[in-house]
């Protein structure tokens, strides 16, 4: 009997690209592995694999989103064949690696139709394997472009990463100007490795957990004026290519660049504008529907047609949750909108999955099997979570492996403050890696800049926020003296974790209130925006210790990013009497983001906007000013 074939209709790919894998039989229990470079030699280094049947679910899963209007893929827009013997493959991850190929493990089964496996564990047997497919620019491909803001109003940093090192280089200048003078500009990078983890999984070389993230280069781009459209390339020259270059023109020849994008700066004091702000958003390959897609889509068409000029992410950002290709997928989403406007993330607060295709409904599920493989051996592979999450951080939180300096934030001992470990013990590392915080604080874990006529302060909820801890005298310092309120009147601190919600109120809401409550009501703070909570909620305006009208912050929380929204009869919005809390305003069930514009120097214009780019909840907050103090206006 002859073997069944395996087929991959492209023999070279990039990036992004769409790919069909097609077989002529195989039954709904056998394995599709994916193996890279091609040359592997040792079936347990496969970089992800699924069930035939879970190949066939995706494909209609794949089309249902299309239909809906969720999901865009650029390379293949007609809908995809979802009968028996193909895989449609898109958009095809990141994999530093020359080529690939896919197998096709043969579940072996006796006369009588049991396994023939020992035990429950049922082997496999390699049946055949598709032609090596090379990945074009797998090392030089630019990937992951985003910008964030620093504590000068005149410059701004560019982030992206490579496969290979070198020395990495940007070219800008002012759009739409031909004899405007271009700029150029030599940055520094830096990466990660699996040691550099606190714990497992993240520190597991193996499929689904860590993977190189390759190059990370920064490169800060200064002398910027206000108010004023710039356009960028950023490239890098490989180690040892530019060593005898001398001549400017030709150092910049021997760059290979990137296409070239457009930011606009940051708007004149006392200009309005708008930006985006929301929490928990995911990425493809966490192994829930694409709610992330919903906001990344809707806030891609804010930035392009909107005029939307930052956006603020308030923690759980990947939900990586040490599976590293998830970074890669995560910092690919966001591009479209994050390489033309300033990205400012906090440090959050899920459920880990280690997949690069395949979507779980059941996030505990393994994919456990034998293989016989062609050297005689016998191998156990298993893909899965080998711990439970409770709610928490998903940067961060870690039980061990912290000490000697290994958490990035400056904690010393081997778990953090919560000693959660739901961050799948990054701890912190890549989070810290790819985003930057302003520079002024402790990283990108607490931070404040200036943006326009608003002043940010971003803290940690997963760190020590008790008065007299060191974030909390930061914070005091930062409210107190690090705010001009003739420049910016507006105040906004932003922390993953609410203070307030409905029905019961957690024992860190009520902590953080304890701790930060008077001194947000003492310092005239204008709004206090966390997620965490996978709904919308607002408070009235003026709240403090469950007071409307007095001298403290409307809160706001925008969990809505992506994460499965929580349900309607039992989540956070679910209230028997709404009397009881009058200090509700609005609460939604929806996926979505809130957008701050920021009228002038007396007024603000909050609105949550979800699916379907609908106008959820709006409201105005209004302040006096007087140019050199602020008092509060009646609302």
Not at 62 to 83: A, F, M, Q, V, Y
Not at 263 to 281: A, L
Not at 313 to 338: C, K, L, R, T
Request: proline share 4%.
């Amino acid at each position: 009997m002859s073997k069944s074939q395996i087929l991959a209709n492209v023999t070279e790919i990039k990036f992004g690209d769409a790919l069909e894998i097609s077989w002529d039989d195989a039954d709904d229990e056998d394995i599709i592995g994916l193996y890279c470079p091609a040359e592997e030699t040792d079936p347990k280094k496969f970089r992800d694999a699924v069930t035939v049947l879970q190949a066939k679910e995706m494909g209609r899963l794949t089309n249902e989103k299309r239909r809906e209007g969720i999901l865009h893929l650029r390379s293949s827009p007609s809908p995809i064949r979802t009968d028996r013997n193909v895989w449609h493959v898109s958009p095809f991850p990141i994999i530093r690696e020359s080529s690939c190929e896919f197998r096709h493990w043969k579940r072996m089964m006796s006369e009588d139709g049991t396994d023939t496996g020992a035990g429950a564990t049922p082997n496999f047997a390699l049946e055949s394997k598709t032609n090596p497919i090379a990945i074009q620019k797998y090392n030089t491909s630019i990937t992951g472009i985003h910008l964030s803001v620093t504590n000068r109003t005149n410059e701004m940093r560019v982030h992206f990463t490579t496969g290979s090192a070198g020395t990495p280089y940007a070219i800008y200048g002012k759009n739409g100007t031909s004899s405007t003078k271009t700029e150029f500009r030599i940055g520094s990078s830096d990466t990660y490795r699996a040691s550099d983890m606190c714990q497992s999984p993240a520190k597991r070389e193996e499929a689904g957990k860590f993977v190189d993230p390759g190059m990370l280069h920064t490169v800060t781009l200064d002398d910027l004026d206000y108010d004023t459209t710039y356009w960028y390339k950023v490239g890098v020259i490989s180690e040892g290519e530019g060593e005898d270059i001398i001549d400017y023109d030709d150092e910049l020849n021997s760059v290979s660049w990137s296409d070239a994008k457009t930011f606009v700066t940051e708007p004149y004091y006392f200009q309005n504008y708008s930006f985006i702000v929301y929490g928990d958003q995911g990425a493809p390959g966490v192994g829930w529907d694409g709610g992330y897609l919903v906001t990344t889509n809707i806030t891609a068409r804010e930035v392009v047609h909107g005029g939307t000029r930052i956006v603020h992410i308030i923690g759980d950002v990947s939900y990586a949750s040490g599976a590293g290709h998830v970074w890669d997928s995560y910092m690919e989403m966001i591009q479209p909108f994050a390489a033309r406007v300033p990205i400012m993330a906090g440090v959050g607060g899920a459920v880990s999955v280690f997949f690069i295709f395949t979507k779980r409904k059941n996030l505990k599920q393994k994919l456990m099997f034998s293989i016989s493989s062609p050297f005689n051996t016998i191998i156990i592979l298993q893909c899965h979570r080998d711990y439970d999450d409770p709610a928490g951080n998903h940067e961060y939180g870690h039980r061990r492996g912290g000490e000697g300096g290994k958490d990035p934030s400056g904690v010393m001992t081997p778990g953090g403050y919560y000693r959660w470990n739901d961050s799948g013990g990054e701890c912190g590392v890549p989070f810290s890696k790819r985003f930057w915080g302003s520079g002024n604080g402790n990283g990108v874990f607490w931070y404040s800049y200036d943006y326009g006529m608003v002043h940010t302060t971003v803290i940690s909820c997963e760190h020590d926020l008790s008065v007299g801890s060191e974030q909390y005298v930061w914070l005091e310092t930062d409210l107190k003296h690090g705010v001009n309120s003739t420049k910016t009147p507006w105040v906004i601190v932003e922390c993953h974790r609410p203070m307030y919600m409905l029905r019961k109120r957690t024992k860190n809401g009520r902590y953080i209130e304890s701790e930060l409550g008077p001194l947000l009501a003492e310092q005239n703070v204008d709004l206090y925006i966390a997620g965490h909570r996978h709904v919308y909620f607002r408070s009235c305006q003026g709240f403090n210790q469950t007071n409307c009208g007095q001298q403290g912050p409307m809160h706001v929380v925008v969990g809505t990013g992506g994460y499965p929204i929580s349900d309607k009869k039992m989540g956070p919005c679910h209230v028997e009497d709404t009397s009881k809390h009058p200090w509700m305003e609005s609460c939604f069930h929806s996926y979505g983001y809130g957008k701050v514009t920021v009228a002038n120097a007396t007024s603000l214009y909050w609105e949550f906007i979800g699916e379907g780019d609908r106008v959820l909840d709006d409201t105005w907050l209004h302040k006096n000013y007087t140019g050199t103090n602020i008092s509060y206006a009646s609302v």
